[in-house]
């Protein structure tokens, strides 16, 4: 355990919604019929949401969404309903390994420091940390959905991972930080975080199948979190 802080991505890294893509493709299916937009994007097309960053509201305009400021606020409380429903039918759950690491991390005799960074509104990410007992193992998180244009602050931005270490008063001359996410796009705002990345393959999605060919590579892969004890 080599590192001295370490920081999480929530969805499909220490909580199982099943297939991701499948679950996201669903919200953002019931948001644009909400929202009642002319021309919802294709599977290909969608894409292109997660990784805008600043020209998401372009990429919205584009798919007919007349009011792309709404969007978000309109997705999160679908994405919120949704979560408590599918974790009273216990199917939305925390993977077996997550409380023994965080607390064994938490307890460990060198004070190391354990955060969450997650894409998800503030709201839900408390939710579901206080429904699965896990909130007093982080030391800080940053989440989103505080003012209606935050989505720019997202992963695979490296801005709220630069808050955290920034609120950890992280030295990298004299510690290490990394980053456990099971997409893409927390290897990328590892990196541009310039912190170690370790990609989380939990089980094989579309979403990682690829993971070798991506252009941005991880510095470790991991199948569970029982390995991160021993990197
Ligand atoms: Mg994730």
Known sequence: ????????????????????????????????????????PNKDEKYKLWSSEEDFFDVLREWGVKNPHNFWKVYDEIDFNWRKELIEKKKIFLYKDVY????????????????????????????????FNITSFFHERFSLGYYINDQELAKPSPKGILKILDKFQYDPSKSKAILVGDSKYDIIAAKKANIYACLIRREIYTSNKNHKKWEIQPDFVIGGLNELLYL
Do not use: C, R, W
């Open 100 to 131: 023994n690491i965080l607390k064994k991390i938490h307890h460990h005799k060198n004070n190391k420091k354990l955060a969450l960074i997650s894409n998800a509104a503030y709201y839900i990410v408390d939710f579901i940390l206080e429904k």
């Open 1 to 40: 355990m080599n590192f001295n802080f370490y920081l999480f991505d929530l969805d499909g890294t220490l909580l199982n919604l099943g297939d991701i893509g499948a679950y996201v493709d669903q919200i953002l299916k019931e948001t644009f019929t909400k929202l009642e937009a002319s021309n919802p």
